[in-house]
C-alpha cells in the first residue's frame, strides 16, 4: 500500500484530487485568513494548496534564504494572520496554506518530510530583510508550538524555520529523465534544489551571521546519551520511525517508537505524541494479554517521545498472505485451496479471541487491519501498533485507519473492532477491499466470490455479515453517484460491446476542460507528472479513446497544445513527456503540432541519459522512428538511430544512470530494499524493444544482438515462485505485470524470439504464461493489473490459443469483482482501489483498450508493440 495515496483522497470521495481543492476542483479556503481583501498594490494567486501575495512591481529574486512557519490546527489562523501583518507594510512576498485539507495534507502522517510541517514561506530579497524578517516575527510568534521543519535550521524559540532554496518556480531535466526543482549556481548552472528531511547548505552559499547560532544549535550533538543502539529502521513517517534496537544496559532487543510533536496529523488533527501516549497507556493496561506486545519503557530525546516495546519476531499478515494465497497460481487445486481456508480460518479464530481478551480490559483496538498482524514461526497470531486505542468503548469513532477496514462513521466502540474483525475475514479470501471506500455494498459481491472459489463454511460469510451489519450506510462516493452500473459483467453473457461504450461515455463525461492543471481525472501521478501527459494524463486517455474508436471530446486536442504551452519545462520522454502527447496528436489528425513538438524537444536529447522506455531515450527513440517511417523524413530516422545507437551502448555497459534522489517509498510505510529497475518501462525491456523495432528495419544483427542482451539483463532480475509464475524480484515484492514486471519482459521477449532462437528466452516465457494465466490480481489496471495480463497473455500466444481462450474468458468474467458504476457507466477504480480513475495507466482508458484488444479488435494496448503471435 502506498500511503502516498491517502492524502489525495481527502478532497474529493470519487476521483483523486490535490489535497487543497474541492470536489469541484475548485481551491478549497475554509481559512478565515483566505478571504481577506487583497492589499492595494499586490497580486495574489491561489494554487491546490498555497495562496500566494506578492507586491506589484517589486522585483522578486529567483533563489535566497526561506524562512517558513510551521503551526498547529489551532494557531495555524493566527501565525498566518500574524504573518501577512508583518509583510504587507513591508511589501515581502509570502505564501501559506490556504485551507484545513492543505494543512492537514502538508502535515499528514504520511507527507513527504521534506516539506512537511510549512504553514508559511516568506521570501526574504536579501540578508537585510532576511534579519529584519526574523527578528521582528520572532518575538510575534515566541511560544507558539508547530512541528519542527526537518529540511530547515530552527531560528529562535518559535516556529519559525530557515533553509536556502529556489524561490521562483525552475526545474531541470536530468540525465536520468527525471524533472525536479532547481536553483543556480553562481555561473548560472541550473542544479537541482532538493527537498531532503535534512538541513543543508549549497556549497557556493556563506551562512547569514543571523543563522549561525541556529545552524550551530542545530549540528552540535546533544550531550545526553542515547539509551538504545539502532539495528535497523522499519518503518518511516512523518511522524517519526520505528526501528529495531538494542538497550544499551543490557542487550535486550526491542522495537522503539518515535513521535515527533504536532506531526503526523490525523483527520482530527491529533499528532503522533498524542497518539504515541496513547499507545502507552494502552499497552500498561493491556500488561500481561498474551499477543499483545510488552511495554519496556517511555523516554524523551532531542524533544521526541519514544516508546521502547517487546519485538516479536514474526511476519505481516499482509506478507505471509501473499506468499501463500492460492489463486495467484494458473492451475490451483482443489487441496491447495482447503489447505488455505483451513490456516486463514485459523488465524481469524485467533484475532477474535486475541480482540476478545482487549475488549475485557476495556480497550478498543481501533486499527485492525493485515499490517498489524503479526504470524509468528510457530502460527500464533499477535496484534501491534495501538496509538489508535480507546478506553472509550461507547464513544469511540475512528479518526485514522487503513482503506477498506474504517468503519462507518455511525459505528463506536467495540463494533468499530467487529466491523474490522469482519473485513479481515473478507480479505483473507478476496483481499480487494479497499474499493469499498467507494461502494461499501460491494462486500455482498466479494463475499460471493470469495464462497465461489474457496471451501468456506457458510457460517463464515455470516459472521462476515454480522460484522459489518444488516444496512450499511452509504459512502460519499455512492452519494455522489458511485455505484451499479448499468450493464453488468455476467460471464460469457456480457454484453462487451455495450460495456465499452459506456466506459468510454464515462471517460468523456469525466473531462474537465475548464481546468488548467488536468483534463481528465487520473492517478495522482498526474500532479507531478503534469496533466498532459501520456501514463497518467491526457495525452493517453485520447490515445486510449481513438485507438478503441471513439471520437475525442470535443476541444480536448486544443486543451492538450494549451497545456504544453503552460509546461515551465520541456521533458522529452514518451510516457511522462512531450514525446507521447507528439504521438497522440498525430494519432487524433494534428500532425503538424506534432512535429512541431518533436522539434522542439530535439535540442534537449543530448541531456538524456537513461535508456529506458517511460522517460528515456528508447521511448523517444521508438517515437522519432515511428515519425520517420510515416513522414518518410530521413532526418527523423537518422536522429532515431542516433538514439538507439546511445541506448545499445548502454547495453553494453549494461548500467542505469542513478537518479538525482530515491524513491519516495523508502519513507512511506516499510523501509524497502529496492535492487534498481527492470521490465518494460524502467529496466532493460524497453531498450530492447527499440533496438528489435531498429533491426527491423535495418536488418543490421549487431541491433538484434544488443536486444537480445538487454532482455537477459532483465531476465538475471527474474526468479519462478514457488507457483511456477515467473517475476522480476524488486528485492521486496515478485512483481508480474507489464510496468515493471515479468509480463512486460515476456511481451518483448516473445517479439524476439520470431527472429532468433533462444532457449533461455523460451523458458522463460513458459513460465510468463503462467504468470498472466494467474487467478488473482489486485489492481484491474493495464499496466499493474488483471487486464495486463490478460492481454499480455494473447501476445504471447495468439487469440486463438485453446488454453489462452479459457483463461481470457475467466480474467473477464473475474473483472465483475472490480466493476463500479458512475451516474450509471461502467467504471474502474485505479491504484490502490481507493478511486476511480480514467487514464491509460492504472484506469478506465487502459483498460478499455485492453478489453479492445482482448476481444478481437486490431487496437494496439501498447504503442510500438507489433500484433500478437499467432498460435501454434
Same mark, same amino acid.
Given at each position: 500500500?502506498?500511503?502516498?495515496?491517502?492524502?489525495? !483522497?481527502?478532497?474529493?470521495?470519487?476521483?483523486?484530487?490535490?489535497?487543497?481543492?474541492?470536489?469541484?476542483?475548485?481551491?478549497?479556503?475554509?481559512?478565515?485568513?483566505?478571504?481577506?481583501?487583497?492589499?492595494?498594490?499586490?497580486?495574489?494567486?491561489?494554487?491546490?494548496?498555497?495562496?500566494?501575495?506578492?507586491?506589484?512591481?517589486?522585483?522578486?529574486?529567483?533563489?535566497?534564504?526561506?524562512?517558513?512557519?510551521?503551526?498547529?490546527?489551532?494557531?495555524?489562523?493566527?501565525?498566518?494572520?500574524?504573518?501577512?501583518?508583518?509583510?504587507?507594510?513591508?511589501?515581502?512576498?509570502?505564501?501559506?496554506?490556504?485551507?484545513?485539507?492543505?494543512?492537514?495534507?502538508?502535515?499528514?502522517?504520511?507527507?513527504?518530510?521534506?516539506?512537511?510541517?510549512?504553514?508559511?514561506?516568506?521570501?526574504?530579497?536579501?540578508?537585510?530583510?532576511?534579519?529584519?524578517?526574523?527578528?521582528?516575527?520572532?518575538?510575534?510568534?515566541?511560544?507558539?508550538?508547530?512541528?519542527?521543519?526537518?529540511?530547515?535550521?530552527?531560528?529562535?524559540?518559535?516556529?519559525?524555520?530557515?533553509?536556502?532554496?529556489?524561490?521562483?518556480?525552475?526545474?531541470?531535466?536530468?540525465?536520468?529523465?527525471?524533472?525536479?526543482?532547481?536553483?543556480?549556481?553562481?555561473?548560472?548552472?541550473?542544479?537541482?534544489?532538493?527537498?531532503?528531511?535534512? &538541513?543543508?547548505?549549497?556549497?557556493?552559499?556563506?551562512?547569514?551571521?543571523?543563522?549561525?547560532?541556529?545552524?550551530?544549535?542545530?549540528?552540535?550533538?546533544?550531550?545526553?546519551?542515547?539509551?538504545?543502539?539502532?539495528?535497523?529502521?522499519?518503518?518511516?513517517?512523518?511522524?517519526?520511525?520505528?526501528?529495531?534496537?538494542?538497550?544499551?544496559?543490557?542487550?535486550?532487543?526491542?522495537?522503539?517508537?518515535?513521535?515527533?510533536?504536532?506531526?503526523?496529523?490525523?483527520?482530527?488533527?491529533?499528532?503522533?505524541?498524542?497518539?504515541?501516549?496513547?499507545?502507552?497507556?494502552?499497552?500498561?493496561?493491556?500488561?500481561?494479554?498474551?499477543?499483545?506486545?510488552?511495554?519496556?519503557?517511555?523516554?524523551?530525546?532531542?524533544?521526541?517521545?519514544?516508546?521502547?516495546?517487546?519485538?516479536?519476531?514474526?511476519?505481516?499478515?499482509?506478507?505471509?498472505?501473499?506468499?501463500?494465497?492460492?489463486?495467484?497460481?494458473?492451475?490451483?487445486?482443489?487441496?491447495?485451496?482447503?489447505?488455505?481456508?483451513?490456516?486463514?480460518?485459523?488465524?481469524?479464530?485467533?484475532?477474535?479471541?486475541?480482540?476478545?481478551?482487549?475488549?475485557?480490559?476495556?480497550?478498543?483496538?481501533?486499527?485492525?487491519?493485515?499490517?498489524?498482524?503479526?504470524?509468528?514461526?510457530?502460527?500464533?497470531?499477535?496484534?501491534?501498533? &495501538?496509538?489508535?486505542?480507546?478506553?472509550?468503548?461507547?464513544?469511540?469513532?475512528?479518526?485514522?485507519?487503513?482503506?477498506?477496514?474504517?468503519?462507518?462513521?455511525?459505528?463506536?466502540?467495540?463494533?468499530?473492532?467487529?466491523?474490522?474483525?469482519?473485513?479481515?475475514?473478507?480479505?483473507? &479470501?478476496?483481499?480487494?477491499?479497499?474499493?469499498?471506500?467507494?461502494?461499501?455494498?460491494?462486500?455482498?459481491?466479494?463475499?460471493?466470490?470469495?464462497?465461489?472459489?474457496?471451501?468456506?463454511?457458510?457460517?463464515?460469510?455470516?459472521?462476515?455479515?454480522?460484522?459489518?451489519?444488516?444496512?450499511?450506510?452509504?459512502?460519499?462516493?455512492?452519494?455522489?453517484?458511485?455505484?451499479?452500473?448499468?450493464?453488468?459483467?455476467?460471464?460469457?453473457?456480457?454484453?462487451?460491446?455495450?460495456?465499452?461504450?459506456?466506459?468510454?461515455?464515462?471517460?468523456?463525461?469525466?473531462?474537465?476542460? $475548464?481546468?488548467?492543471?488536468?483534463?481528465?481525472?487520473?492517478?495522482?501521478?498526474?500532479?507531478?507528472?503534469?496533466?498532459?501527459?501520456?501514463?497518467?494524463?491526457?495525452?493517453?486517455?485520447?490515445?486510449?479513446?481513438?485507438?478503441?474508436?471513439?471520437?475525442?471530446?470535443?476541444?480536448?486536442?486544443?486543451?492538450?497544445?494549451?497545456?504544453?504551452?503552460?509546461?515551465?519545462?520541456?521533458?522529452?520522454?514518451?510516457?511522462?513527456?512531450?514525446?507521447?502527447?507528439?504521438?497522440?496528436?498525430?494519432?487524433?489528425?494534428?500532425?503538424?503540432? $506534432?512535429?512541431?513538438?518533436?522539434?522542439?524537444?530535439?535540442?534537449?536529447?543530448?541531456?538524456?541519459?537513461?535508456?529506458?522506455?517511460?522517460?528515456?531515450?528508447?521511448?523517444?527513440?521508438?517515437?522519432?522512428?515511428?515519425?520517420?517511417?510515416?513522414?518518410?523524413?530521413?532526418?527523423?530516422?537518422?536522429?532515431?538511430?542516433?538514439?538507439?545507437?546511445?541506448?545499445?551502448?548502454?547495453?553494453?555497459?549494461?548500467?542505469?544512470?542513478?537518479?538525482?534522489?530515491?524513491?519516495?517509498?523508502?519513507?512511506?510505510?516499510?523501509?524497502?530494499?529496492?535492487?534498481?529497475?527492470?521490465?518494460?518501462?524502467?529496466?532493460?525491456?524497453?531498450?530492447?524493444?527499440?533496438?528489435?523495432?531498429?533491426?527491423?528495419?535495418?536488418?543490421?544483427?549487431?541491433?538484434?544482438?544488443?536486444?537480445?542482451?538487454?532482455?537477459?539483463?532483465?531476465?538475471?532480475? !527474474?526468479?519462478?515462485?514457488?507457483?511456477?509464475?515467473?517475476?522480476?524480484?524488486?528485492?521486496?515484492?515478485?512483481?508480474?505485470?507489464?510496468?515493471?514486471?515479468?509480463?512486460?519482459?515476456?511481451?518483448?521477449?516473445?517479439?524476439?524470439?520470431?527472429?532468433?532462437?533462444?532457449?533461455?528466452?523460451?523458458? $522463460?516465457?513458459?513460465?510468463?504464461?503462467?504468470?498472466?494465466?494467474?487467478?488473482?490480481?489486485?489492481?484491474?489496471?493495464?499496466?499493474?493489473?488483471?487486464?495486463?495480463?490478460?492481454?499480455?497473455?494473447?501476445?504471447?500466444?495468439?487469440?486463438?490459443?485453446?488454453?489462452?481462450?479459457?483463461?481470457?474468458?475467466?480474467?473477464?468474467?473475474?473483472?465483475?469483482?472490480?466493476?463500479?458504476?458512475?451516474?450509471?457507466?461502467?467504471?474502474?477504480?485505479?491504484?490502490?482501489?481507493?478511486?476511480?480513475?480514467?487514464?491509460?495507466?492504472?484506469?478506465?482508458?487502459?483498460?478499455?483498450?485492453?478489453?479492445?484488444?482482448?476481444?478481437?479488435?486490431?487496437?494496439?494496448?501498447?504503442?510500438?508493440?507489433?500484433?500478437?503471435?499467432?498460435?501454434?
Amino acid at each position: 500500500m502506498d500511503k502516498r495515496y491517502e492524502n489525495y !483522497c481527502m478532497a474529493d470521495p470519487v476521483f483523486f484530487e490535490a489535497p487543497g481543492r474541492s470536489g469541484s476542483g475548485a481551491s478549497d479556503t475554509d481559512f478565515q485568513v483566505s478571504g481577506r481583501t487583497v492589499p492595494d498594490g499586490w497580486r495574489q494567486h491561489r494554487g491546490d494548496m498555497w495562496l500566494e501575495l506578492h507586491p506589484i512591481g517589486e522585483h522578486m529574486v529567483d533563489q535566497g534564504w526561506k524562512v517558513h512557519s510551521s503551526g498547529t490546527a489551532d494557531n495555524a489562523e493566527r501565525i498566518i494572520d500574524a504573518v501577512w501583518d508583518f509583510c504587507v507594510p513591508r511589501r515581502y512576498g509570502f505564501k501559506f496554506l490556504a485551507s484545513r485539507h492543505a494543512f492537514l495534507g502538508q502535515n499528514g502522517k504520511y507527507a513527504p518530510r521534506g516539506a512537511s510541517g510549512k504553514l508559511v514561506t516568506i521570501y526574504p530579497r536579501d540578508e537585510r530583510e532576511l534579519s529584519d524578517t526574523l527578528t521582528g516575527l520572532a518575538p510575534m510568534l515566541e511560544g507558539e508550538p508547530g512541528p519542527y521543519i526537518l529540511s530547515d535550521a530552527r531560528f529562535g524559540a518559535g516556529p519559525l524555520y530557515v533553509r536556502y532554496g529556489g524561490f521562483r518556480k525552475r526545474e531541470i531535466l536530468l540525465e536520468s529523465g527525471e524533472v525536479v526543482p532547481a536553483m543556480s549556481r553562481p555561473d548560472g548552472e541550473l542544479v537541482p534544489d532538493i527537498r531532503k528531511p535534512v &538541513f543543508e547548505v549549497p556549497d557556493w552559499v556563506t551562512l547569514p551571521g543571523i543563522l549561525k547560532e541556529s545552524v550551530e544549535a542545530r549540528t552540535v550533538p546533544s550531550g545526553d546519551a542515547f539509551p538504545y543502539e539502532i539495528i535497523k529502521p522499519l518503518h518511516f513517517s512523518n511522524g517519526g520511525g520505528i526501528y529495531l534496537a538494542k538497550r544499551m544496559s543490557d542487550g535486550l532487543q526491542v522495537v522503539l517508537k518515535e513521535a515527533r510533536p504536532y506531526a503526523a496529523l490525523d483527520v482530527e488533527a491529533v499528532d503522533a505524541v498524542t497518539r504515541l501516549l496513547r499507545e502507552r497507556d494502552t499497552l500498561t493496561a493491556l500488561h500481561g494479554v498474551q499477543g499483545v506486545p510488552r511495554l519496556y519503557e517511555y523516554f524523551t530525546a532531542w524533544d521526541h517521545h519514544f516508546l521502547a516495546i517487546e519485538y516479536f519476531d514474526g511476519e505481516r499478515l499482509s506478507s505471509k498472505e501473499a506468499q501463500t494465497y492460492p489463486l495467484l497460481g494458473a492451475d490451483v487445486g482443489e487441496g491447495q485451496k482447503a489447505a488455505y481456508t483451513h490456516w486463514a480460518l485459523e488465524i481469524c479464530h485467533q484475532v477474535e479471541k486475541l480482540l476478545g481478551r482487549i475488549h475485557e480490559r476495556g480497550v478498543v483496538y481501533g486499527d485492525l487491519h493485515p499490517h498489524n498482524v503479526l504470524v509468528l514461526n510457530d502460527g500464533r497470531a499477535v496484534l501491534v501498533d &495501538f496509538e489508535t486505542s480507546s478506553f472509550d468503548g461507547e464513544g469511540f469513532q475512528q479518526a485514522m485507519a487503513a482503506p477498506g477496514f474504517a468503519a462507518p462513521r455511525e459505528y463506536r466502540g467495540v463494533a468499530v473492532d467487529r466491523y474490522a474483525l469482519a473485513i479481515l475475514r473478507l480479505w483473507l &479470501f478476496m483481499p480487494l477491499v479497499p474499493v469499498l471506500t467507494l461502494d461499501r455494498e460491494k462486500i455482498h459481491e466479494l463475499i460471493g466470490a470469495m464462497q465461489e472459489n474457496f471451501p468456506v463454511p457458510s457460517e463464515y460469510a455470516a459472521a462476515i455479515r454480522a460484522g459489518v451489519g444488516p444496512s450499511l450506510p452509504p459512502t460519499k462516493a455512492v452519494q455522489a453517484g458511485v455505484g451499479r452500473p448499468t450493464v453488468q459483467i455476467e460471464g460469457d453473457e456480457t454484453d462487451w460491446p455495450r460495456l465499452m461504450d459506456s466506459m468510454a461515455a464515462a471517460i468523456i463525461a469525466s473531462a474537465t476542460p $475548464a481546468r488548467e492543471d488536468r483534463l481528465f481525472p487520473s492517478d495522482v501521478r498526474q500532479f507531478s507528472h503534469a496533466g498532459e501527459t501520456f501514463a497518467f494524463g491526457a495525452a493517453g486517455v485520447l490515445y486510449a479513446l481513438t485507438e478503441s474508436g471513439y471520437e475525442v471530446p470535443d476541444g480536448a486536442d486544443d486543451w492538450l497544445l494549451s497545456a504544453v504551452e503552460r509546461s515551465t519545462v520541456n521533458q522529452p520522454g514518451f510516457f511522462d513527456g512531450l514525446h507521447g502527447v507528439a504521438y497522440t496528436l498525430q494519432k487524433i489528425g494534428r500532425e503538424k503540432d $506534432a512535429l512541431r513538438l518533436i522539434e522542439q524537444m530535439d535540442g534537449t536529447l543530448d541531456h538524456v541519459t537513461n535508456p529506458n522506455l517511460f522517460g528515456g531515450l528508447s521511448g523517444i527513440g521508438l517515437n522519432l522512428l515511428h515519425f520517420a517511417e510515416i513522414t518518410g523524413d530521413s532526418a527523423l530516422r537518422e536522429r532515431g538511430e542516433q538514439v538507439a545507437g546511445r541506448v545499445a551502448q548502454s547495453i553494453a555497459r549494461g548500467a542505469f544512470p542513478r537518479a538525482a534522489k530515491a524513491r519516495a517509498g523508502s519513507e512511506l510505510g516499510l523501509v524497502r530494499k529496492s535492487v534498481g529497475p527492470a521490465g518494460l518501462m524502467h529496466g532493460w525491456s524497453g531498450p530492447a524493444l527499440l533496438l528489435l523495432r531498429l533491426y527491423e528495419a535495418t536488418g543490421d544483427s549487431a541491433s538484434l544482438d544488443a536486444a537480445v542482451r538487454a532482455v537477459h539483463l532483465d531476465l538475471d532480475r !527474474c526468479r519462478i515462485s514457488d507457483f511456477g509464475t515467473l517475476n522480476v524480484d524488486e528485492g521486496w515484492r515478485l512483481n508480474p505485470y507489464i510496468e515493471s514486471g515479468a509480463a512486460g519482459v515476456a511481451l518483448v521477449g516473445t517479439e524476439i524470439l520470431r527472429h532468433r532462437s533462444d532457449d533461455r528466452l523460451s523458458t $522463460a516465457l513458459e513460465a510468463a504464461r503462467s504468470t498472466c494465466a494467474g487467478g488473482f490480481f489486485v489492481q484491474p489496471s493495464l499496466w499493474n493489473g488483471r487486464v495486463g495480463q490478460m492481454v499480455a497473455l494473447q501476445h504471447m500466444t495468439g487469440r486463438d490459443d485453446p488454453k489462452t481462450t479459457r483463461i481470457t474468458r475467466l480474467h473477464l468474467k473475474r473483472l465483475s469483482w472490480h466493476l463500479l458504476g458512475l451516474h450509471g457507466e461502467a467504471v474502474f477504480p485505479g491504484f490502490q482501489l481507493m478511486r476511480i480513475s480514467m487514464d491509460y495507466a492504472t484506469g478506465n482508458a487502459g483498460i478499455l483498450l485492453g478489453l479492445k484488444s482482448a476481444l478481437g479488435s486490431t487496437a494496439s494496448f501498447l504503442p510500438f508493440l507489433r500484433p500478437g503471435r499467432e498460435a501454434d
